[in-house]
């Protein structure tokens, strides 16, 4: 069943990824206007069988053939020459050839312009036909093609003077006469000239994509009108066989390569100019050797400018390249706001408070005692009681404030760079000038981020230069030390190695803040004068069910059905690990960090237990710290269905009237069964102009052998399932 599946979506991939996609329905519909020459429809799907089969006896990566990216230039090739020439055995046997040619080129063109992260595009289908083209005017034994002029006569005998009737009607509808272009550019791409093809194509890429069906016509309509300000000549049919460049550029760069917003929309009006201009050079020169254009002008537009913006110094967001592709512009688009939303904060390197424990910053960042200038982007860190008082009794020694000889930690892994250590504590209230920074340690992350932490207690730092070191070991003690009045921990991050470097502005990651008893987490953000603050301390109840771990199975069964649920935790071929269920095929993607629990991604039947899971834990933190809540937002596909979201695809590139968001609701510290059982209550709130409009509701039940049971109620509807194995 599985090699039928991947053996099916390597052929429906195949026609639809002409179009950048993977949707079964336009691939159907592709392959079926393939067949409007009969010929031309057998050895397309020939060809395509042939490479895809090749590419596997080979050894090529299966995912890329299932994918259809070495089948759909094969796919083309056999079209042009089923339309070309008259059907033999001597154009089977070149139609063999081709396809082998096509895919070597393929292969080759991913080696060659691949290494610069590129794609290949349509440039094997394009040199293939050349080489093809050029060498059978001297095959004598080919006859070209003469079915298109007896076209009528071939209607006529299939289907009499009805079917003769109904295609001249599709032909001659009243349509505006750069719309009939349109359609013959859209059907040209499968080297027809057939209103009702471009027409059945359109329908096939708005059931697609209403971004992509938007830019087509962008893209189009630009060119044409660019054409009458140039002034130049055409006639319908030759502009419908260069037309199809245009469209195409424009969903790749407004759309597929590039995330669709204003700015790609943009870019489509500008390099659509450029596209007509490159088109009518390489016509003239290619017409020397009497060949077509094809798809030339549009390959090179697309990977001049995808090739450009590598070398952008400063990363432009509002041109942002799809980094994880989905084959559609308007799921690129949605997992693109989302990521940059939860994940886009996010520094290369996560660093953590220095501490254990509720600290609050009695400097920030511009603090109105020594964080100016070059130190502007420093903590001072203390401790206070529920008076807010920082030591207790009299506060005359060093041992009565609250930090004082507290541990403290490596902020992330790195390499000790330098330690100062021998100078003795300060009597409070005096401060030690000459030597600023006290005991100090000083630790490399990476290249350029280092972190200090300084008045440390004298002979406790536990660290020498050059020991590796891990997040969270113990570096020193808190003292008071250098230019320190009071027992604190200085911390700062900086971009050189030397005690008392310039500091650079940089977060901390995953931590929580405490504001009027209640506890918000904070995944990336700089604490400000005044906050309280601390890390957060995992509670193995909660770690332990949802530390997913590959190899890890789970079998559920619902209270309302005898058939048990398997789930299955596995990395895929980018190491990318998720749940799969083995019921109905359905997987969830996540990723997990020291205290922290996401999900990224769902594929599948949303009617799976595994789907009320993701919505259920799209965002746990593995602490607890009594009374926690999490707000997270959802991609507006992974909660919508397709249909009620038509409307806003549409839109989605500048304005977004839904959205969808997550609440997760953690009991209060003072719950008798915390310790051995806990209940995560989750919201998925959906919302029309900021208005609710939808609520269901999720929980997760954890207990000490892990996960066992999640529930699911949507106000009409509700299920729950028991784990019975992990």
């Known amino acids: 069943m599985k090699r039928f599946h991947w053996f099916f979506r390597s052929l429906t991939n195949s026609y639809s990824q002409i179009f950048f996609s993977n949707n079964v329905i336009f691939a159907i519909i592709i392959f079926l206007i393939t067949f409007y020459d009969l010929y031309a429809g057998l050895f397309g799907l020939l060809s395509v069988l042939f490479t895809n089969l090749s590419a596997s006896l080979i050894g090529f990566d299966r995912y890329k053939i299932k994918q259809g990216y070495y089948g759909f230039n094969a796919l083309l090739v056999g079209l042009g020459l089923g339309i070309y020439f008259e059907p033999g055995i001597q154009l089977l046997v070149i139609i063999v050839l081709a396809a082998f040619l096509s895919l070597f080129l393929s292969v080759a063109f991913e080696g060659i312009i691949g290494k610069y992260a590129l794609p290949y595009l349509s440039l094997p289908f394009v040199f293939t036909l050349w080489a093809i083209s050029l060498s059978t005017r001297e095959f004598t034994f080919l006859n070209l093609n003469e079915r298109g002029v007896y076209y009528i006569n071939d209607l006529y005998q299939l289907g009499g003077q009805k079917l003769v009737d109904a295609y001249y009607w599709w032909n001659n509808l009243p349509f505006p006469i750069s719309l009939k272009i349109y359609f013959n550019s859209l059907s040209s791409i499968f080297f027809q000239y057939s209103t009702l093809t471009g027409i059945l194509i359109a329908i096939g890429l708005l059931i697609n994509s209403r971004i992509a069906f938007t830019l087509s016509l962008l893209g189009f309509y630009t060119a044409y009108f660019f054409y009458a300000v140039i002034g130049v000549e055409f006639s319908g049919a030759a502009y419908s066989f260069i037309g199809f460049n245009y469209i195409l550029t424009a969903i790749a760069i407004g759309g597929y390569f590039i995330v669709p917003g204003r700015i790609s929309h943009l870019w489509v009006l500008l390099l659509i100019p450029i596209t007509t201009i490159i088109t009518i050079s390489t016509s003239v020169l290619l017409n020397v050797l009497y060949l077509p254009v094809y798809s030339l002008p549009f390959n090179i537009i697309t990977l001049l400018f995808l090739y450009i913006l590598k070398f952008r110094v400063h990363k432009n967001m509002k041109i942002q390249t799809v980094v994880v592709q989905e084959h559609s512009p308007e799921k690129n688009l949605y997992s693109h706001l989302n990521f940059m939303k939860r994940f886009g904060k996010d520094s290369p390197i996560p660093v953590s408070l220095p501490f254990y424990g509720e600290w609050f910053v009695s400097q920030g960042c511009y603090g109105s005692h020594t964080h100016r200038g070059d130190w502007e982007h420093a903590w001072d860190f203390e401790i206070k009681d529920d008076e807010g008082r920082t030591f207790r009794g009299s506060g005359d020694f060093v041992e009565d404030y609250y930090c004082y000889g507290k541990n403290i930690l490596a902020p992330a892994d790195g390499t000790v760079e330098e330690v100062f250590d ?144 398997l789930w299955e935790v596995k990395i895929d071929y980018f190491l990318n690990k998720y749940l799969e269920c083995t019921n109905t095929g359905s997987r969830a993607w996540f990723r997990t960090e020291d205290s922290m629990l996401y999900f990224l991604h769902f594929e599948g039947n949303r009617k799976s237990l595994l789907y009320h899971f993701y919505l259920a834990a799209f965002t746990v933190c593995f602490g607890n710290p009594g009374g926690l809540k999490i707000t997270d937002t959802y991609p507006l596909n992974m909660v919508y269905n397709p249909w009620p979201l038509v409307w806003q695809d549409f839109l989605a590139p500048f304005f977004r009237f839904y959205q969808c968001g997550y609440r997760l609701h953690y009991p209060e510290s003072n719950d008798r069964l915390s310790e051995s059982e806990i209940v995560l209550a989750s919201e998925t709130n959906t919302f029309t102009l900021g208005r609710l409009h939808k609520k269901y509701s999720h929980s997760l039940h954890i207990s000490s052998t892990g996960i066992s049971g999640i529930g699911f109620d949507n106000g009409t509807v509700k299920k729950y399932a028991v784990c019975i194995r992990k």
């Open 422 to 565: 021998g100078v003795a504590d300060n009597i409070v209230g005096e401060k030690n000038l000459k030597q600023n920074w006290g005991n100090t340690v000083i630790i490399k992350h990476s290249e350029f981020l280092f972190s200090q932490l300084s008045h440390l207690k004298k002979s406790t730092v536990c660290v020498a230069p050059g020991q590796k070191i891990k997040k969270g070991d113990i570096i020193g003690k808190c003292g008071n030390s250098g230019h320190s009045p009071y027992p604190h921990v200085h911390f700062q991050l900086q971009s050189t190695p030397f005690l008392g470097s310039k500091t650079i502005e940089y977060p901390f990651s995953n931590y929580f803040l405490k504001t009027d008893g209640k506890y918000k987490l904070q995944k990336v953000h700089t604490p400000a004068e005044g906050d309280i603050v601390s890390n957060i301390l995992t509670q193995p109840l909660i770690k332990n069910a949802l530390c997913l771990v590959p190899g890890e199975t789970f079998e559920f069964k619902s209270e309302n059905n005898e058939e048990v649920i």
